[in-house]
């Protein structure tokens, strides 16, 4: 791609920005505003409207009062609505992948996968709308019990700013889907997306109180949701104590919760590993948005044998890497979102390096300045820091072990358990540690776990709840049994 033809994307991304927030189908102003920052220049990008509590309790009211038609259209009809909203996401795609690049920093190319991978979750709930079907069960005592699968009701997301597109669509595709209404927190660092994809929802058919996108205090909108008795489902994608806040905000009003959070993901490379795949699915998982996933390899764990055939691709790969501004044609690592993010980073290669470490490649900030980071490998030191703290960076640090055993015990080590990847040409062992090693989602001979058809979520500290597929499905329906009395 040509600097013209990116910086012409760039303007595009630029239109879509919406200073106000959408309520029912209104576009809203609020008590003062939030600032939104473009990473990558460290600018001023605009801003977004501080609701008041009561603007977004009118956010409530209006989802509960369309939760009563929406829930109630045949399944075609929503099928249909999904299908109409990816084909504007389709037709927008490339402002919005710039919209992304603008406010997250992620390089153009690889903000365009995300607006894909977000479009593949509307997709493939559309094709799914038609198939909620329940059961029919015998009873001992003769009876026949049907079940029925109905949409919770009103459903709060609260998402994060890593992936400004994929976030809102894995959760709000399935909530329409199901038959719910959704009322939007995003993160404040990315509201934009955001607004966006909600007005092309919107226009696709959506009636408009069934998505509000709700801007501005975290701690006012997250009471306002948690709170409200209307909301009968919170799904939230972030950090584990926030999420630990939230559950417990929510559970005088019992709402059912999907909980997406923290992760301090392993990555095995066994002694039989073909290496090239490994180091391919290492660079993969890791170094996706600057690695700042939650379920990037936090930490690498290789055999003794192949330890340092593994380290010398590594490095060399990783060295490779083009870090640069979002619309800089060929970049493939942007910026860090914030200057907290680049300390935590800096922090855990101090560390490491204080702990024996050695610096393989990177291990500074970069000259261009701002939030870059140069992408890093690291060799040694303690891993203990990487079981319990995400590093959320650039940085891939590398430790040795000897056993199957001990590799997946220090895998299991950690309090989180949302991703996991294993390198390895034996199935059996394979198969030994996908079911040994604990984590939600795992990866075997891959870096990347992320598809709309798989059920993506944690467990241990890393959550509940599952998103995508029909697992992710059955989060946003209760199920209804009905007993046949058959005399
Ligand atoms: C996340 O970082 O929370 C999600 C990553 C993904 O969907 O691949």
């Given at each position: 791609?040509?600097?013209?033809?990116?910086?012409?994307?760039?303007?595009?991304?630029?239109?879509?920005?919406?200073?106000?927030?959408?309520?029912?189908?209104?576009?809203?102003?609020?008590?003062?505003?939030?600032?939104?920052?473009?990473?990558?220049?460290?600018?001023?990008?605009?801003?977004?409207?501080?609701?008041?509590?009561?603007?977004?309790?009118?956010?409530?009211?209006?989802?509960?009062?369309?939760?009563?038609?929406?829930?109630?259209?045949?399944?075609?009809?929503?099928?249909?609505?999904?299908?109409?909203?990816?084909?504007?996401?389709?037709?927008?795609?490339?402002?919005?992948?710039?919209?992304?690049?603008?406010?997250?920093?992620?390089?153009?190319?690889?903000?365009?996968?995300?607006?894909?991978?977000?479009?593949?979750?509307?997709?493939?709930?559309?094709?799914?709308?038609?198939?909620?079907?329940?059961?029919?069960?015998?009873?001992?005592?003769?009876?026949?019990?049907?079940?029925?699968?109905?949409?919770?009701?009103?459903?709060?997301?609260?998402?994060?700013?890593?992936?400004?597109?994929?976030?809102?669509?894995?959760?709000?595709?399935?909530?329409?889907?199901?038959?719910?209404?959704?009322?939007?927190?995003?993160?404040?660092?990315?509201?934009?997306?955001?607004?966006?994809?909600?007005?092309?929802?919107?226009?696709?058919?959506?009636?408009?109180?069934?998505?509000?996108?709700?801007?501005?205090?975290?701690?006012?909108?997250?009471?306002?949701?948690?709170?409200?008795?209307?909301?009968?489902?919170?799904?939230?994608?972030?950090?584990?104590?926030?999420?630990?806040?939230?559950?417990?905000?929510?559970?005088?009003?019992?709402?059912?919760?999907?909980?997406?959070?923290?992760?301090?993901?392993?990555?095995?490379?066994?002694?039989?590993?073909?290496?090239?795949?490994?180091?391919?699915?290492?660079?993969?998982?890791?170094?996706?948005?600057?690695?700042?996933?939650?379920?990037?390899?936090?930490?690498?764990?290789?055999?003794?044998?192949?330890?340092?055939?593994?380290?010398?691709?590594?490095?060399?790969?990783?060295?490779?890497?083009?870090?640069?501004?979002?619309?800089?044609?060929?970049?493939q690592i942007g910026p860090l979102i914030d200057d907290k993010g680049l300390a935590k980073v800096e922090d855990h290669?101090?560390?490491?390096?204080?702990?024996?470490?050695?610096?393989?490649?990177?291990?500074?900030?970069?000259?261009?300045?701002?939030?870059?980071?140069?992408?890093?490998?690291?060799?040694?030191?303690?891993?203990?820091?990487?079981?319990?703290?995400?590093?959320?960076?650039?940085?891939?640090?590398?430790?040795?072990?000897?056993?199957?055993?001990?590799?997946?015990?220090?895998?299991?080590?950690?309090?989180?358990?949302?991703?996991?990847?294993?390198?390895?040409?034996?199935?059996?062992?394979?198969?030994?540690?996908?079911?040994?090693?604990?984590?939600?989602?795992?990866?075997?001979?891959?870096?990347?776990?992320?598809?709309?058809?798989?059920?993506?979520?944690?467990?241990?500290?890393?959550?509940?709840?599952?998103?995508?597929?029909?697992?992710?499905?059955?989060?946003?329906?209760?199920?209804?049994?009905?007993?046949?009395?058959?005399?």
């Amino acid at each position: 791609m040509t600097e013209a033809s990116l910086a012409a994307h760039a303007a595009a991304g630029r239109a879509l920005i919406r200073d106000k927030a959408l309520v029912a189908g209104h576009w809203v102003a609020g008590d003062g505003a939030v600032e939104v920052d473009d990473p990558a220049e460290r600018t001023r990008l605009g801003s977004v409207p501080r609701l008041s509590a009561a603007q977004v309790e009118e956010a409530v009211a209006q989802a509960a009062a369309a939760f009563a038609d929406w829930s109630r259209r045949k399944p075609v009809e929503r099928g249909r609505f999904l299908s109409a909203w990816a084909d504007r996401v389709d037709a927008a795609e490339q402002a919005l992948a710039a919209l992304i690049s603008l406010e997250n920093g992620k390089p153009y190319a690889e903000a365009l996968g995300e607006v894909r991978y977000a479009n593949s979750f509307i997709r493939w709930f559309a094709g799914q709308a038609e198939r909620m079907d329940g059961e029919v069960i015998a009873t001992s005592a003769g009876d026949t019990v049907l079940t029925f699968k109905e949409p919770v009701g009103p459903v709060a997301a609260i998402t994060p700013w890593n992936f400004p597109a994929a976030m809102i669509t894995r959760k709000a595709a399935a909530a329409f889907c199901a038959g719910c209404t959704v009322v939007l927190k995003p993160a404040s660092a990315t509201p934009f997306t955001a607004l966006a994809l909600a007005e092309l929802a919107l226009e696709a058919g959506l009636p408009p109180g069934a998505f509000s996108v709700v801007t501005g205090d975290q701690a006012v909108i997250g009471g306002v949701l948690t709170g409200s008795p209307l909301i009968r489902k919170l799904s939230f994608t972030g950090s584990t104590p926030v999420g630990r806040l939230l559950a417990a905000q929510c559970a005088p009003t019992l709402k059912k919760l999907s909980m997406e959070l923290g992760g301090a993901a392993p990555l095995i490379v066994f002694e039989d590993a073909d290496l090239d795949v490994a180091v391919e699915g290492t660079i993969k998982g890791k170094f996706r948005n600057a690695g700042q996933t939650c379920v990037c390899p936090n930490r690498i764990y290789v055999h003794a044998r192949v330890r340092e055939a593994y380290l010398d691709r590594l490095a060399a790969a990783v060295a490779a890497l083009k870090v640069g501004k979002p619309f800089e044609a060929g970049a493939q690592i942007g910026p860090l979102i914030d200057d907290k993010g680049l300390a935590k980073v800096e922090d855990h290669v101090a560390r490491t390096v204080a702990a024996g470490g050695r610096v393989l490649t990177g291990g500074a900030r970069h000259a261009l300045g701002g939030g870059f980071y140069q992408p890093t490998v690291l060799d040694g030191g303690d891993d203990e820091m990487f079981l319990h703290e995400e590093t959320f960076g650039p940085v891939a640090p590398v430790f040795a072990f000897d056993s199957d055993d001990e590799a997946i015990a220090r895998a299991n080590a950690s309090e989180f358990g949302l991703a996991a990847f294993v390198f390895t040409r034996d199935l059996d062992r394979a198969m030994r540690a996908a079911r040994a090693v604990e984590a939600g989602v795992l990866g075997v001979n891959s870096g990347l776990v992320s598809n709309a058809a798989n059920p993506f979520g944690g467990v241990k500290q890393s959550g509940y709840g599952r998103e995508g597929s029909v697992y992710g499905l059955d989060d946003y329906v209760q199920v209804k049994s009905v007993t046949l009395a058959l005399r």
